[in-house]
């Protein structure tokens, strides 16, 4: 249609037409946020503030036998059936016409920090993060027989269920951000810690966890494995990525008998298991600086028993509270 024609748009979109009159204001003034679909408003929205002419927009019924929309139903069903996408012949959209960024009166703390992070996320991918992730989706995959997802990962990380030191540690875990092995080689004076002096070998997280032959990661998977196979949870060979994916996945994969209780047991052993190895190993190699340290099996089989005590009290206390609350609430109702 020329620009300086009138035009009337109907269609049987309620969230088109609410979302290019009603909501465009304030969509727009908070940076399009939160905005399903933006770029598509984003880009109508120009074209028709580029018009000339006045344009009216209307809601009619879909499936009603109009013979317009009817027909527009029709091409667009062609349309994402052929083999090939269908060429765009409109010009580049003049988008001088939308603002960018957010509007100082529609700011909020919640609304900027939304902004920042989107700005981040589309300007910066980790490679080390993404390589990581890959890893425990892979190693969910082929040793725990479940399918996780990125979301999944990272929400497993605030359960109720993982301490707030905890969360702290698999976050950076799982973003490879630990400082070990070649971290330390660029530093003057620090370089000795990039290699484990038990071992002699380059340090990383999966040799902390699972393979170094200094007192520790032996001992307490000893004692992690007696626990669980008293409850008779399965627990495979394990390697780093689905060490980490302990904490995000479940055992009917393995198992189609486990229970939700079985699934948080093995959580909670696992992720208080590699933490107190990750301490220990820090109590090892960094504090000696100061004093050396050295770790006997017997106290490291106590420290694994207390943690791991301290944490099941906790738990049977929060599970308790939540009952009571329960109880309450429903007394209430009554």
Same mark, same amino acid.
């Given at each position: 249609m020329p620009p300086f024609a009138p /035009? #009337?748009?109907?269609?049987?979109?309620?969230? *088109?037409? =609410?979302?290019? !009159? +009603?909501?465009?204001?304030?969509?727009? $003034?908070?940076?399009? +946020?939160?905005? @399903?679909?933006?770029?598509?408003?984003? =880009?109508? *929205?120009?074209?028709?503030? %580029?018009? &000339? %002419?006045? #344009?009216?927009?209307?809601w009619i019924k879909g499936h009603s036998g109009i013979v317009g929309n009817e027909g527009a139903d029709r091409l667009a069903a062609a349309a994402v059936t052929q083999p090939a996408p269908c060429p765009v012949h409109l010009p580049p959209a003049p988008m001088?016409?939308?603002?960018?960024?957010?509007?100082?009166?529609?700011? !909020?703390?919640?609304?900027?920090y939304q902004h920042i992070r989107k700005m981040s996320c589309a300007t910066y991918t980790r490679p080390a993060t993404n390589r990581r992730i890959a890893l425990i989706i892979e190693a969910a995959r082929s040793t725990w027989k479940v399918s996780i997802t990125h979301n999944t990962l990272w929400r497993a990380v605030r359960r109720d269920d993982m301490r707030r030191e905890l969360r702290d540690f698999w976050w950076r875990a799982q973003h490879d951000a630990l400082r070990?092995?070649?971290?330390? $080689?660029?530093i003057p004076g620090y370089e000795q810690r990039a290699t484990c002096? &038990?071992?002699? #070998? @380059? @340090?990383?997280? @999966?040799?902390?966890? /699972? *393979?170094?032959?200094?007192?520790g990661q032996? #001992? +307490?998977?000893?004692?992690?494995?007696a626990l669980l196979n008293q409850r008779r949870i399965p627990v495979p060979q394990l =390697?780093?990525? &689905? !060490?980490?994916?302990?904490?995000?996945?479940?055992?009917?994969g393995l198992d189609e008998r486990s229970t939700p209780s079985d699934d948080r047991l093995l959580r909670i052993v696992t992720t208080e298991s590699v933490h107190l190895i990750w301490k220990i190993r820090c109590e090892r190699? +960094? =504090?000696?600086d100061t004093h050396p340290r050295a770790h006997s099996c017997s106290e490291i089989s106590h420290r694994w028993l207390a943690a791991i005590n301290r944490r099941l009290a906790i738990d049977h206390i929060s599970k308790s509270a939540g009952s009571i609350r329960a109880r309450v609430r429903q007394s209430k109702c009554i």
């Amino acid at each position: 249609m020329p620009p300086f024609a009138p /035009l #009337t748009i109907k269609s049987d979109s309620r969230y *088109a037409v =609410d979302g290019l !009159t +009603i909501h465009l204001r304030d969509w727009e $003034a908070k940076g399009w +946020i939160g905005v @399903e679909n933006a770029y598509l408003i984003k =880009d109508v *929205a120009a074209r028709l503030r %580029a018009r &000339s %002419a006045t #344009t009216h927009l209307q809601w009619i019924k879909g499936h009603s036998g109009i013979v317009g929309n009817e027909g527009a139903d029709r091409l667009a069903a062609a349309a994402v059936t052929q083999p090939a996408p269908c060429p765009v012949h409109l010009p580049p959209a003049p988008m001088h016409f939308i603002s960018t960024g957010v509007q100082m009166p529609a700011l !909020t703390q919640k609304l900027a920090y939304q902004h920042i992070r989107k700005m981040s996320c589309a300007t910066y991918t980790r490679p080390a993060t993404n390589r990581r992730i890959a890893l425990i989706i892979e190693a969910a995959r082929s040793t725990w027989k479940v399918s996780i997802t990125h979301n999944t990962l990272w929400r497993a990380v605030r359960r109720d269920d993982m301490r707030r030191e905890l969360r702290d540690f698999w976050w950076r875990a799982q973003h490879d951000a630990l400082r070990v092995g070649r971290y330390w $080689a660029n530093i003057p004076g620090y370089e000795q810690r990039a290699t484990c002096s &038990s071992c002699n #070998t @380059e @340090e990383s997280l @999966e040799h902390i966890v /699972l *393979a170094c032959q200094a007192p520790g990661q032996q #001992t +307490i998977w000893t004692l992690a494995r007696a626990l669980l196979n008293q409850r008779r949870i399965p627990v495979p060979q394990l =390697d780093l990525g &689905s !060490t980490l994916a302990a904490a995000s996945i479940t055992l009917r994969g393995l198992d189609e008998r486990s229970t939700p209780s079985d699934d948080r047991l093995l959580r909670i052993v696992t992720t208080e298991s590699v933490h107190l190895i990750w301490k220990i190993r820090c109590e090892r190699v +960094i =504090d000696t600086d100061t004093h050396p340290r050295a770790h006997s099996c017997s106290e490291i089989s106590h420290r694994w028993l207390a943690a791991i005590n301290r944490r099941l009290a906790i738990d049977h206390i929060s599970k308790s509270a939540g009952s009571i609350r329960a109880r309450v609430r429903q007394s209430k109702c009554i």
